[in-house]
């Protein structure tokens, strides 16, 4: 069945954003490899998704591209982190640094928090009210 294997999200530097995903979010590191023209293909993803979705990081490499990081969807939240520990998740991923935009909300759907990467990109951590049923 097909899916969307990759998202690619466009970055100031490979290191600092590994760093960012891997450390920060608890991601893992799925691939680094060296293009050999000063580019790389790396991929990150959450822990535990082996067959979900994975953000390639790919270093802006003009002024364009330089002028979209931390923008790339014009502000709005454009990812969302799912969780089955949103207390959890929230506690370890403030307590690395993350910037969360808000206190955690409650609301019908699921527990809900909007917090930015380390470029400004906006994201939604969110528990779904369907986790524990």
Known sequence: MPHIALVTLVVRDYDEAIAFYT????????????RGDGSRWVVVRPRGSAAGTGLLL????DATQLASVGAQTGGRVGFFLHTEDF?????RMTAAGVRFMEEPRHEPYGSVA????????????????????
């Open 58 to 61: 790919a270093r802006a490499k």
């Open 114 to 133: 909007v917090f930015e990467d380390l470029y400004g990109n906006r994201w939604d951590l969110l528990e779904t009210a369907d986790t524990h049923r």
């Open 23 to 34: 450390d920060a979010l608890g991601f893992e590191l799925v691939e680094d490899t060296d």
């Open 87 to 91: 207390a959890g998740d929230h506690a």
